[in-house]
């Protein structure tokens, strides 16, 4: 099996990324990103999902988040489509419930060249520190666009704003890390279609 890597840039008028990812990694991350909270929930991403992660990101957080959270979901998405490459011996699906102390989560995905986020979670906070938390959805928002997948987030109790956060972000990296994996069963992709 080839090596499941992509790096992708981005240079806007608002943001500036440059970002590698493996999917088949240790849990490594380099990351030097203008947003704290962001960098922080990236590392939690590539820890539990044992990706292999360096993103260097700056944007214009003068302004506030929105744009650099956005930009990183978007160029996120657009690595892991990339990496995915054919598809071919991925078990496609994915999902994880996962408790952080009194929160549960569960993140569910499907890779499946059909974009859609489901999103089923009123975060009890506005900001965690100087992070605006309506960012969040758009950061999920915009890597299920880019990595043409199914997205489905659903809270199902939590009242601290980041634990959820965080069991969001964890949730999805074990989801992938699942949805990622070759299995040698599978002979060519996992559709009747015979692509995805």
Do not use: C
């Not at 700056?58 to 990183?72: A, I, P, S």
């Not at 598809?87 to 102390?101: A, E, F, N, V, W």
């Amino acid at each position: 099996m080839s090596e499941r890597y992509a790096k992708i840039n981005r240079k806007t008028r608002e943001t500036d990324i440059s970002l590698e990812f493996s999917i088949d990694g240790e849990g490594k991350s380099q990351l030097d990103v203008q947003v704290p909270f962001m960098s922080h929930m990236l590392e939690l991403f590539t820890k539990h999902g044992l990706f292999n992660l360096q993103v260097t990101g700056r944007g214009d957080v003068e302004v506030d988040d929105h744009h650099l959270t956005e930009d990183l979901g978007i160029v996120l998405g657009q690595a892991l489509r990339e990496a995915l490459g054919d598809k071919y011996g991925i078990k496609r699906y994915g999902s994880m419930t996962l408790p952080m102390d009194e929160t549960l989560v569960t993140v569910a995905v499907d890779l499946s060249d059909r974009p859609h986020l489901e999103w089923k979670a009123e975060l009890p906070k506005d900001r965690v520190g100087t992070f605006d938390t309506e960012n969040v959805h758009e950061f999920f928002w915009k890597l299920a666009v880019e990595a043409r997948m199914n997205l489905h987030i659903v809270l199902h109790h939590g009242h601290n704003t980041h634990h959820i956060i965080e069991a969001m972000f964890k949730a999805l990296a074990r989801a992938l890390d699942e949805a990622t994996e070759v299995d040698p069963r599978i002979k060519g992709v996992p559709s009747t279609k015979g692509s995805l």
